[in-house]
């Protein structure tokens, strides 16, 4: 099987890790090459395309999505546009794997989730964590019971955003910036996945610590799960020396992860409980590659890729509700969408 892809926009992340990860050579059978990339902008796309090795530039959807070489979409555009490219990828039946946070709101990702339910194509959602070695390992070890039961979690999501992504990250609520929408829905959805549970309620707070002047760049957030288990996440984009990593702690033991909210296959992670310290081995791999080897089978198999458009819509509203709390300064209740 082959897997053409076309990329929906000429970004950052597209340039630093999709292209490449489309080329990894994965295990899985599929032969996967980016076929066409759409930029609104000509010379940027050209230039983008010339330097990836890709054939096909386009200016506007509606040709890429006409382009019979294009099986699945990777959207990696401002999350503004998100809605509107899914929807125009699955009316063309194509596959859809778009960039978080899905929209702006959650009738917008409910929308865009039946969609590509209703014409029958895959859909997926770039969370790469679950896609990290680290994170899988650390699931297992809850998942085995080693720990007892979860009892907490904290997260430590707080970096110095790059200033080649100071744009509209820190000066356009419109395209959907700020620190919530960019690293929080991360987050949540990493909680999700570890603890397997969603969260019930959150409360947060925002601050504005600097480098945005009207959206958040910095956050902390409770959320309680309903098991009891009781969540903390620190997101920022203006502290460079922080660190990264989470701990779980049960009633038999806990697990501490350093360096692992990141892009990177890298990472440390120790297991404590009363036989000791144990540090965890784990054969790194990529995390995008990962991904896309997922969405693969998921298209070959009919499987689930590694993160669904159902998920993306969950980990979406656990961040709109933090966002919501630190507006208001309240309590707010998480009502998930049935699907
Ligand atoms: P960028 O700011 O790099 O690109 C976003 C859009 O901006 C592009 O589609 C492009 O438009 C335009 N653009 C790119 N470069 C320039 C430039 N030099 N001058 C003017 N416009 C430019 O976005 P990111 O790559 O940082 O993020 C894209 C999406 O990916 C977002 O949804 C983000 O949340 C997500 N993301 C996800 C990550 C993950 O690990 N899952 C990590 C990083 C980002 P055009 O298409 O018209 O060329």
């Avoid at 050579?25 to 032969?31: A, F, L, Q, S």
């Avoid at 000509?42 to 382009?67: C, P, S, W």
């Avoid at 790059?162 to 620190?179: C, D, F, H, S, Y």
Wanted: hydrophobic share 45%; aromatic share 6%.
């Amino acid at each position: 099987m082959r897997i053409g892809w076309g990329f929906i926009g000429a970004s950052t992340i597209a340039r630093q890790w999709m292209v490449d990860a489309v080329n990894a050579r994965g295990e899985v059978g599929v032969t996967q090459e980016v076929v066409a990339l759409m930029s609104t902008n000509k010379a940027r796309g050209t230039a983008f395309a010339h330097e990836m090795g890709i054939a096909g530039v386009y200016q506007n959807i509606d040709d890429l999505l006409a382009d019979p070489a294009v099986d699945a979409v990777y959207i990696s555009t401002t999350n503004e546009l998100h809605k509107s490219q899914v929807l125009a990828a699955a009316a063309a039946g194509k596959h859809v794997l778009c960039e978080k946070p899905l929209a702006l709101n959650i009738e917008d990702a409910v929308q865009m989730v039946q969609a590509c339910r209703e014409v029958g194509v895959v859909m997926g959602t770039n969370h790469h964590l679950r896609n990290a070695a680290t994170h899988q390992a650390i699931r297992r070890q809850i998942e085995s019971g080693v720990i007892g039961d979860v009892v907490a979690m904290r997260i430590f999501h707080a970096v110095h955003l790059p200033e080649n992504l100071q744009t509209w990250r820190i000066n356009k609520p419109q395209a959907g910036g700020g620190v919530i929408l960019d690293i929080v829905v991360h987050d949540a959805d990493t909680v999700r996945y570890l603890l397997g549970e969603d969260p019930i309620d959150v409360m947060a707070y925002a601050q504005h610590a600097g480098m945005a002047e009207t959206i958040e760049d910095g956050a902390m957030t409770i959320m309680r799960m309903p098991s009891g288990a009781l969540v903390q996440s620190h997101e920022s984009f203006v502290v460079p020396f922080a660190g990264t990593g989470l701990e779980v702690h049960g009633t038999k033991g806990s697990i501490f992860a350093r360096g692992v909210m990141t892009q990177q296959s890298v990472g440390e992670i120790e297991v404590v409980t009363e036989q000791g310290r144990q540090l965890l081995e784990v054969v790194p791999h990529n995390l995008y590659a990962h991904s896309l080897q997922k969405f693969a089978l998921a298209i070959s198999e009919k499987a689930q890729p590694a993160v669904t458009g159902e998920d993306g819509v969950k980990s979406l509203a656990v961040a709109l509700a933090v966002a919501q709390s630190a507006v208001t300064g309240q309590r707010v209740e998480i009502n998930y969408p049935v699907f």
